[in-house]
Protein backbone atom coordinates (compact mmCIF):
# COMPACT_ATOMS: atom_id res chain seq x y z
CA UNK A 1 0.00 0.00 0.00
CA UNK A 2 1.15 3.76 -0.89
CA UNK A 3 0.99 6.54 1.16
CA UNK A 4 1.08 9.91 -0.18
CA UNK A 5 2.12 12.95 1.67
CA UNK A 6 3.09 16.41 1.62
CA UNK A 7 -0.26 18.58 -0.38
CA UNK A 8 -1.70 21.95 0.41
CA UNK A 9 -2.56 25.29 0.06
CA UNK A 10 -0.29 27.37 -1.61
CA UNK A 11 0.19 30.65 -3.36
CA UNK A 12 0.93 30.48 -7.26
CA UNK A 13 5.07 30.63 -7.53
CA UNK A 14 5.30 28.77 -4.17
CA UNK A 15 6.67 25.35 -3.93
CA UNK A 16 5.40 21.88 -1.97
CA UNK A 17 6.86 18.40 -1.64
CA UNK A 18 5.09 15.73 -2.24
CA UNK A 19 6.55 12.34 -0.65
CA UNK A 20 5.28 8.63 -0.93
CA UNK A 21 6.15 5.41 0.68
CA UNK A 22 5.04 1.66 1.10
CA UNK A 23 3.75 0.07 3.81
CA UNK A 24 3.54 -3.56 4.01
CA UNK A 25 5.32 -3.89 0.49
CA UNK A 26 8.58 -2.33 -0.39
CA UNK A 27 9.29 -0.40 -3.86
CA UNK A 28 12.30 -1.77 -4.39
CA UNK A 29 12.95 -2.75 -8.39
CA UNK A 30 9.53 -0.89 -9.39
CA UNK A 31 9.23 2.05 -11.09
CA UNK A 32 7.46 5.03 -9.46
CA UNK A 33 5.53 7.66 -10.43
CA UNK A 34 2.89 10.96 -9.69
CA UNK A 35 -0.19 11.43 -11.50
CA UNK A 36 -2.38 13.67 -11.01
CA UNK A 37 -6.19 14.50 -11.66
CA UNK A 38 -7.80 17.92 -11.65
CA UNK A 39 -11.42 18.70 -10.69
CA UNK A 40 -13.70 17.54 -14.24
CA UNK A 41 -10.87 16.41 -15.88
CA UNK A 42 -8.76 12.92 -16.56
CA UNK A 43 -6.11 11.50 -14.80
CA UNK A 44 -2.74 12.60 -16.11
CA UNK A 45 0.88 11.88 -15.89
CA UNK A 46 3.38 13.95 -13.94
CA UNK A 47 6.51 12.55 -13.66
CA UNK A 48 7.98 8.79 -13.21
CA UNK A 49 11.88 7.34 -11.91
CA UNK A 50 13.16 3.65 -12.36
CA UNK A 51 13.54 2.17 -9.46
CA UNK A 52 17.20 3.02 -8.81
CA UNK A 53 16.39 6.89 -9.83
CA UNK A 54 18.56 6.96 -12.80
CA UNK A 55 16.03 7.44 -15.73
CA UNK A 56 12.61 10.25 -15.35
CA UNK A 57 10.63 11.26 -17.73
CA UNK A 58 8.08 13.95 -17.01
CA UNK A 59 5.29 15.75 -18.56
CA UNK A 60 5.75 18.72 -20.70
CA UNK A 61 3.21 21.27 -18.53
CA UNK A 62 5.91 20.51 -15.38
CA UNK A 63 9.26 19.78 -17.03
CA UNK A 64 12.16 22.02 -15.50
CA UNK A 65 9.71 23.17 -12.37
CA UNK A 66 9.20 19.17 -10.98
CA UNK A 67 11.30 17.39 -9.88
CA UNK A 68 11.17 13.88 -8.94
CA UNK A 69 13.61 11.52 -6.88
CA UNK A 70 13.95 8.26 -5.57
CA UNK A 71 14.72 7.90 -1.52
CA UNK A 72 16.03 4.15 -1.15
CA UNK A 73 17.24 4.85 1.64
CA UNK A 74 13.69 4.99 3.09
CA UNK A 75 11.71 3.29 0.33
CA UNK A 76 9.92 6.56 -0.65
CA UNK A 77 9.36 8.74 -3.84
CA UNK A 78 9.23 12.76 -3.40
CA UNK A 79 8.36 15.25 -6.09
CA UNK A 80 9.71 18.63 -5.61
CA UNK A 81 7.42 21.07 -6.95
CA UNK A 82 8.27 24.59 -7.40
CA UNK A 83 6.94 27.31 -9.30
CA UNK A 84 3.37 26.26 -8.84
CA UNK A 85 0.75 28.05 -11.25
CA UNK A 86 -3.23 27.76 -10.56
CA UNK A 87 -3.44 25.10 -13.17
CA UNK A 88 -0.77 22.52 -11.17
CA UNK A 89 -3.94 22.29 -8.67
CA UNK A 90 -5.17 18.48 -8.61
CA UNK A 91 -5.27 15.26 -6.15
CA UNK A 92 -1.89 13.74 -6.84
CA UNK A 93 -1.20 10.21 -6.78
CA UNK A 94 2.08 7.91 -6.47
CA UNK A 95 1.82 4.73 -8.27
CA UNK A 96 4.53 1.92 -8.41
CA UNK A 97 4.99 -0.52 -11.80
CA UNK A 98 6.45 -3.72 -10.50
CA UNK A 99 7.27 -4.65 -14.11
CA UNK A 100 9.64 -1.65 -15.40
CA UNK A 101 11.31 -3.03 -18.28
CA UNK A 102 13.83 0.01 -17.90
CA UNK A 103 12.39 1.80 -20.69
CA UNK A 104 11.36 5.89 -19.79
CA UNK A 105 8.89 6.10 -22.39
CA UNK A 106 7.07 3.62 -20.56
CA UNK A 107 7.00 5.67 -17.25
CA UNK A 108 3.51 7.80 -18.60
CA UNK A 109 1.46 4.44 -19.08
CA UNK A 110 -0.81 4.47 -16.36
CA UNK A 111 -2.29 1.10 -16.75
CA UNK A 112 1.61 -0.41 -16.00
CA UNK A 113 0.77 0.56 -12.43
CA UNK A 114 -0.66 -2.14 -10.73
CA UNK A 115 -0.07 0.08 -6.95
CA UNK A 116 -2.14 3.45 -6.36
CA UNK A 117 -1.48 5.75 -3.39
CA UNK A 118 -4.83 7.05 -1.82
CA UNK A 119 -4.23 10.74 -3.47
CA UNK A 120 -3.14 14.20 -2.01
CA UNK A 121 -4.77 17.58 -2.57
CA UNK A 122 -2.51 20.35 -4.28
CA UNK A 123 -3.77 23.90 -4.77
CA UNK A 124 -2.49 26.51 -5.93
CA UNK A 125 -4.13 29.93 -5.21
CA UNK A 126 -3.64 32.84 -7.85
Known amino acids: QLQASGGGLVQAGGSLRLSCAAS????????LAWFRQAPGKEREFVAGVSWSGGRTNYADSVRNRFVISRDIANDAVNLQMDSLRPEDTAVYYCAADPNYTGVPASLPIENNYAYWGQGTLVTVSS
Open 24 to 31: GHSLNWHA
